[in-house]
């Protein structure tokens, strides 16, 4: 939300532009254009500086693992196709993936 100092600081420059016979109606002028403005920027959906900075690195950290899995991709569209049709055995698993468990076959009961 915009800082209410900042509404109210547009909403006296604005007060001030106008000519001095409007300006003398005071403060019920200045009321009118508070609150106009801040109906008319509540309309807006804006954002903090701090959300939009949040918003800011998530991207930038989305981005970066976007690029890596792009190279990663490529690396492995352009790897020798010997290499990537031979099936990888238990020991070339990392160590926190493990084979499957065979599974018995299903005897038929007629």
Known sequence: ??????????????????????????????????????????????????????????LLRTREKLTALEQRISDLENRPATASAEPAQPQDLPSEVKPAPAIPPVENID
């Open 1 to 58: 939300m915009i800082d209410p100092k900042k509404i109210e600081q547009i909403a006296r420059q604005v007060h001030e532009s106008m000519p001095k016979g409007i300006r003398d109606f005071g403060e019920d002028v200045e009321k009118k254009i508070r609150q106009t403005l801040q109906s008319q920027l509540a309309r807006l959906d804006l954002v903090s500086r701090e959300e939009f900075d949040v918003q800011t690195q998530v």
